[in-house]
C-alpha cells in the first residue's frame, strides 16, 4: 500500500555507465518530482511533471532524462555518471495542478553511488 | 537556486524539553509546509500553512505562518527521543510554480 514508491532502494554503479530509477505513486496525484539530496541534506528540485507534462526543468545536466509514460509514473534516466551524481535522489508527487503549494508525498530515496 | 534560512542547523537537547526553530524569507511567501526526515526515509509533511498569522497544531508540534509573510515557526513540546530527525521548512512564493526549500534543522534528543 506504499503511496510513493522508487525502486532500486540502492545503486552502486561505476563512473560513465548508465542507468535509471523509477518511481510510482498510487494516489492519483496529478504532479510529480524529482529532488536531488546532497551530503549535507540540501534538497535541490530537479523536475516537475503535471499529467505527463514537464513543468519545470531546473537547470539540469542534460545527461538525466525523465520520462513520464502516464501521471503514475516518472523515471529517471542518467547517462554518463559522473562521481558528483552521488547522491540520495527522491521522487515525490501532489495534488496541485502545475503548482507547488500543495503538500508533497515522498518516496524512501534511491541511494546512488558513483565508483 | 532560492533558499529559506532556517535556524537553527542543529539542535541537542533532553529529552522532554520544548524545541523551537524558524523559517525566513526575503521576500513575500504564499505558503509554508513544515516536514521532518527520519534517517533513511523520505521527508514527511507535518504541518501545510496558507494564510498569514496561522497557527495550526499537529499533536506536540505546533507551526505559524508569519504575519508579514516572510517567516514560519515550529514548536516541539515535550520531546521524546523519537523527535530525532531533520526538519525542514519549505514554501511557495510569488505563482506558487516551486517549492523553496530550507536548509534543515538537525534536531538529536537525549534520553
Known amino acids: 500500500d506504499t503511496a510513493v514508491s522508487q525502486t532500486p532502494k540502492y545503486l552502486v554503479t561505476q563512473m560513465g555507465n548508465d542507468k535509471s530509477i523509477k518511481c510510482e505513486q498510487n494516489?492519483?496525484?496529478?504532479?510529480m518530482y524529482w529532488y536531488k539530496q546532497d551530503s549535507k541534506k540540501f534538497l535541490k528540485i530537479m523536475f516537475s511533471?503535471?499529467?505527463?507534462?514537464?513543468?519545470i526543468n531546473e537547470t539540469v545536466p542534460n545527461r538525466f532524462s525523465p520520462k513520464s509514460p502516464d501521471k503514475a509514473h516518472l523515471n529517471l534516466h542518467i547517462n554518463s555518471l559522473e562521481l558528483g551524481d552521488s547522491a540520495v535522489y527522491f521522487c515525490a508527487s501532489s495534488p496541485s495542478k502545475g503548482t507547488a503549494n500543495q503538500p508533497q508525498h515522498f518516496g524512501d530515496g534511491t541511494r546512488l553511488s558513483i565508483l | 537556486g532560492q533558499q529559506l534560512n532556517q535556524s537553527p542547523q542543529s539542535m541537542f537537547i533532553q529529552e522532554g524539553e520544548d524545541v523551537s526553530m524558524n523559517c525566513t524569507s526575503s521576500s513575500i511567501f504564499n505558503t509554508w509546509l513544515w516536514y521532518k526526515q527520519d534517517p533513511g526515509e523520505g521527508p514527511v509533511l507535518l504541518i501545510a500553512l496558507y494564510k498569514a498569522g496561522e497557527l495550526t497544531s499537529n499533536g506536540r508540534l505546533t507551526a505559524q505562518f508569519g504575519i508579514t509573510r516572510k517567516d514560519s515557526f515550529l514548536n516541539i513540546s515535550a520531546s521524546i527521543p523519537s523527535d530525532v530527525g531533520i526538519y525542514f521548512c519549505?514554501?511557495?512564493?510569488?505563482?506558487?510554480?516551486?517549492?523553496?526549500w530550507g536548509l534543515g534543522t538537525s534536531l538529536a534528543v537525549n534520553p
Open positions: 519549505a514554501g511557495t512564493a510569488g505563482n506558487n510554480r516551486k517549492l523553496i
Open positions: 494516489l492519483g496525484h496529478d504532479t
Open positions: 511533471y503535471n499529467n505527463k507534462e514537464l513543468i
